[in-house]
């Protein structure tokens, strides 16, 4: 540390014991020129605090459709109730809660929608991923056991490659819930990463553990002339077999199954996408799988690596959130720009660049060439 730091270092710490101190707390809530800022910081914490259970509020909304049943405008309690098969004391009570959250808004001596609760119920992703949360959130009920690893996470059964040795042999069956899920939350990832990279100056497109091939669905629309190519495990690779072919796309698309890390990856591509797939693997897996990547791509060939990145501004919560996730799902982490770069240098690949898009929270895009 210079000199700099080290005076820095001090006042930090000075600061911190002066906050941490019950007298200056309630000084500070007195002094009408800090309130405000100690309201502020009082807030911060009880929304840390409570945010669990503000979590299950929001369950409950989509749940029970509650979003759905007010698209339509505001409804009152007694037309409410019976909808939702609460009596009328339950349904105020989560109204209300709801309303406190700001997810929706009292109006019209009824509830109705507001700008979240609007945002929220147009969004069929976004409903799908809070009906999902409630997996994680049954993990995450003893956090400390999940950090000493002294629980396997329900979130792991969910998700049945993350630590199996031959995810190749999976079943149709277990991989069914999340390919399923998977496929309906990729639109929006698809558009995010499509409208910061035009893809319609390639020729021939590898989507590696590309699920049920929405993205590819969504790049073939932007490029006719694009080839499409699709590597996933035997039993997704299936089910993208169907949707391609329902999509009508199948004689422009080569599907392959297998195990990306072990197996050869098809050749050919100018351009290649890891999509939500490097932050599902610890580092000696991803090295593996991007120098298996790099194996199937000649040089000046473009690698898109695409998924939350840990740093970027716009997705600062990601390293709780997913960091925590992956944790309940036995296996992988996000990763900043940086470890990425790393990895990917270790793996053959170089002149990176992090694309600007409009939702990092979303997905951040990484471009890289193959040297
Ligand atoms: C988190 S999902 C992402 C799917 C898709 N890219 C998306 O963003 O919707 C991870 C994908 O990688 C596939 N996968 C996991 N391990 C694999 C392996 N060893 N070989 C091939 N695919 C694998 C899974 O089947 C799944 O489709």
Request: a neutral charge.
């Amino acid at each position: 540390m210079n000199f700099f730091d080290q005076w820095l270092e001090r006042l930090r710490s000075r600061r911190d014991r002066l906050v941490a101190d019950p007298r200056f707390q309630r000084w500070a809530l007195k002094n009408p020129f800090t309130r405000p800022l100690a309201r502020r910081g009082a807030r911060a914490g009880l929304d840390l605090a409570a945010g669990f259970v503000y979590s299950q509020v929001l369950v409950a909304c989509v749940q029970l459709k509650l979003l759905d049943a007010l698209r339509d405008g505001p409804l009152g309690v007694d037309a409410l109730a019976p909808r939702l098969a609460l009596s009328e004391a339950a349904t105020r009570r989560l109204l209300e809660a709801a309303a406190s959250l700001n997810l929706i808004e009292r109006r019209g001596g009824g509830y109705g929608l507001g700008l979240l609760g609007a945002a929220f119920a147009g969004n069929r992703a976004a409903l799908m991923i809070v009906e999902h949360q409630p997996l994680l959130y049954a993990d995450l009920t003893d956090p400390v056991a999940l950090l000493r690893q002294e629980k396997r996470g329900r979130l792991a059964d969910y998700w049945p490659y993350s630590d199996g040795d031959t995810p190749e042999t999976l079943s149709a069956q277990q991989v069914a819930p999340y390919s399923a899920f998977m496929a309906a939350t990729q639109p929006m990832v698809a558009q995010e990463a499509l409208d910061a990279f035009d893809i319609s100056r390639h020729r021939r497109v590898l989507d590696i553990g590309g699920g049920e091939g929405v993205f590819l669905t969504a790049a073939a629309a932007r490029a006719p002339h694009l080839q499409l190519a699709l590597f996933d495990l035997p039993a997704v690779a299936a089910r993208a077999k169907v949707r391609l072919e329902e999509a009508g796309l199948l004689a422009r698309t080569e599907i392959h199954g297998g195990d990306f890390l072990n197996d050869a990856l098809p050749e050919g591509a100018d351009v290649a996408t890891l999509i939500r797939i490097v932050h599902d693997h610890d580092d000696a897996s991803a090295l593996k799988l991007l120098r298996n990547v790099r194996k199937a791509l000649a040089p000046g060939a473009t690698l898109l690596i695409i998924e939350g990145m840990s740093g970027v501004k716009g997705a600062e919560p990601l390293d709780a959130y997913y960091g925590f996730y992956t944790l309940a799902m036995g296996r992988g982490e996000p990763r900043r720009v940086e470890e990425i770069e790393a990895l990917l240098r270790e793996s053959g690949f170089g002149k990176f660049r992090l694309l600007r898009n409009a939702l990092p929270m979303l997905a951040s895009i990484l471009v890289a060439e193959a040297v």
